[in-house]
């Protein structure tokens, strides 16, 4: 089976280029990150007329996570239990569409798109932290469920865990995304029994996920390692392969993020 994740940056500004890639890399599961639209927006006929199924939560124009499946989807669950709301000063709290799982070919797979944090003194920072801790929490709760649980926790993580996930560290001294909380959550994650599956495939420095539209950060290969497959164990021992599409950050329309594929053996 051939996994992929993809923060696409807008549904409705790049469903050409998603359904030309889905053609193209021959995925069976594709999780989206930053639809950007509302449920009725969402291009669902057009995945459809190519043999997958669609999962999918938006509310408005930010955030939005979806799942496109052509090996079964079954089980679909918007938000994992504990997921925070967000509550920005005196308002109401809202819940943000921000993940999506669903099992897929026999894979219980999350779509997820982690808070940005914006900046070190900002609360979403501690929106994201605690986002990220309801996460662990019930990452490992379905690991003590059933320790041969096959999961994958994949999407755009808004954290760079490694100094060699960014370009030049010095840039990101005062910045989110490169933190020692954030750091901390990302590798509490992997100490829950969820290991960064591409890595391996996919060693660095220099070998990054997104490439911000300013500056020719992209040319420049100035760019962050930021979206990641983590899997379970019995997820893990499956990984034959992955790889970092970098060609598809390429072009005119092209998502600021690049997908990330894995291949899981039989």
């Known amino acids: ?5 993809w923060n696409v940056n807008s549904i409705r500004s790049r469903a050409d280029r998603v359904e030309a890639w889905l053609q193209r890399s021959d995925v069976d599961v594709l999780a989206l990150q930053e639809t950007k639209c509302k449920a009725e927006q969402f291009p669902t006929e ?13 509310h ?25 709301w967000w509550a920005k000063d005196d308002a109401e709290p809202v819940a943000e569409a921000r993940a999506i799982g669903a099992t ?8 997820l798109y982690v808070p940005n944090g ?35 926790l994949v999407g755009d993580w808004n954290i760079a865990p490694q100094d060699d996930d960014v370009w030049d560290m010095a840039v990101f001294a005062n910045s989110t995304h490169v933190s020692p909380p954030e750091r901390a959550a990302f590798a509490a994650m992997v100490e829950a029994g969820f290991a960064d599956v591409v890595r391996p495939h996919t060693p660095g ?16 290969r100035e760019g962050m390692r930021i979206d990641f497959v983590l899997g379970s164990p019995a997820l893990a021992r499956r990984v034959s392969d992955a790889r970092i599409d970098r060609e ?10 690049a997908p990330v594929v894995i291949e899981l053996a039989d």
């Open 118 to 152: 914006r900046s070190l003194t900002d609360p979403h920072l501690d929106y994201k932290l605690a986002w990220l801790e309801a996460l662990r929490v019930s990452a490992a709760g379905w690991l003590t469920e059933d320790a041969e649980a096959q999961v994958a």
């Open 60 to 84: 408005s124009q930010w955030n939005g996570v979806a799942l496109l499946s052509r090996v079964g989807l079954t089980d679909v669950e918007v938000g994992f239990p504990g997921m925070p």
């Open 46 to 58: 057009r995945f459809e007329a190519l043999g997958y199924e669609v999962a999918h939560v938006g």
């Open 205 to 220: 420095p220099g070998v990054y996920t997104y490439w911000d539209y300013t500056q020719l950060r992209f040319p420049r």
């Open 248 to 257: 598809e950050r390429k072009g005119k329309g092209a998502s600021d993020h």
């Open 1 to 5: 089976m051939r996994l992929a994740t």
């Open 104 to 111: 897929c070919g026999g894979v219980r797979v999350w779509s």
